[in-house]
């Protein structure tokens, strides 16, 4: 039966070749542009530093404080536009001792420059802000400030904010195409909480006021939406790691009650740390160290600070996503959020309508890391496992410049995608060389899809061009079209973008052969007895169908 409405759906799917056509008239706001798009008020200057001081007030659930910009001048501009989210609020933004004027625009401010910015030349702004910032409803996916507390009814807590921006909480440029090139972070809260934020710990200042300031150094390059606060009664340990790059510092922070099942857990760390390494080069952030806070949701690729919240098990919140029982091996959120650190935070997609350049490498990573430590036909088995988890519903690359991701197929289809793409290259070494060479070529960079395709298509010499177009801009799957003819195998692509020319694996007996298929029809000779021993590599993301 399972073929027959298989078949069904594939004729569903042909419908669906032009998803766009059909798709929900999409209406992008005012605020969506101003957001998600590279404004004038934003293209005259280039960020280099952020300085943000913030008190963490939880009895009246305010943030205050302000953030000094320092940026270099690229074009002879005076209106600067800086984000910060309602219900925050803006109080004042200062240059030079100078008070400046500046007006709101939903959730951008546009702030006057005295006069006309001089190009080259460095320059610093401080802007201060208050108020009481939005409640994370279900982080990480809908966030901002989640305010819980520990079972001893201490406060616990913690930000979390991709998608709907770091300005929910700090005022920032909140476009992800330009991030500083380090950060500071001084966070203050009331003593007796420690704050765990990105980067290193350069300093705790007690305050006779009852506060303690807790600042963090951050020495790399780092996207908006990574960097957190953390807050509540930590216990710390730590580890080394040998790397790539020699001593790598490893920290962890979790609730004393907790102290002994993490010790077990987090060893998970290292182990990942060397497959990653393997795959895709050392570790991004030596300088920065590599982090694990415990915090009241699941977990989030916060730079040098990655969070977790799967409460100390394996699997995503104790179940295997792709249901082959490999996911149960390792902690879905250590490896997960962690494998962020090189797809996510080294690099970095420039819109968010790219987010597949985080999520799909990043779920493909999971298989990578079974693989690393249970082989290949253990891994192939998780990617094809998570197919179940597919919707083929929307295209995974979304609208441009109006802050808009694409469809949660990013992830599972995505991975499917990379692994299929693998299949194709068909050399190991090689596809090992052009995930490592994708850390190296952008590393600590913000890209666009185009960069990508580009690389791995110039790296395996071999146009993937159409392969791209097939599972990140359209909902079709592609369909293996054979029939058997007077002693002939027939095969060709159907259900497909135009000239879409991906090759196919399949095994005759033992022997493999990678196929050139196109729209149009080929043959191959084959005996009835070949016919019969044919099989399909079930590592490309395909439909197969036998057509009369
Ligand atoms: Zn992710």
Redesign the pocket.
Known sequence: MLKKLFFVGIFLQAFVVNAQLFAPEHTFTHDDTLRGSITPQRAWWDLKHYHLQVRVNPTDSTFTGQNTITYQVLKAEKLMQIDLQKPMQVTKVVQNGRNLHFTRDGNAFFIQLPQLAKVGKTEKITVYFTGKPKVAVNPPWDGGVSWKHDKHGHWFIATSCQGLGASVWWPCKDHMYDEPDSMRISVTVPQGLTDVSNGRLAKVTHHANQTSTFDWVVRNPINNYGVNVNIGTYTHFSDVFQGEKGALSLDYYVLPDNLAKAQEQFKQASLMLKAFEHWFGPYPFYEDGYKLVEVPYLGM?HQSSVTYGNRYQNGYLGRDLSGTGWGLKWDFIIV??SG?EWF?NNITYKDIADMWI??SF?NYSESLFTEYYYGKEAAQAYVIGCRKNIRNDRPIIGFYDVNNEGSGDMYYKGGNMLNTIREAIHDDALWREILRGLNQTFYHQTVTTQQIENYISTTAKIDFSKVFDQYLRHTAIPVLEHKYENGAWLYRWNNCVAGFNMKMGIRIGDAYTLLKPTEAWQQLPLSAQELAKLTFDKNFYVNILAVK
Request: without cysteine; negative net charge; hydrophobic residues 10%.
């Open positions: 690729e997960h959020e962020h996510a985080h999520e990043t």
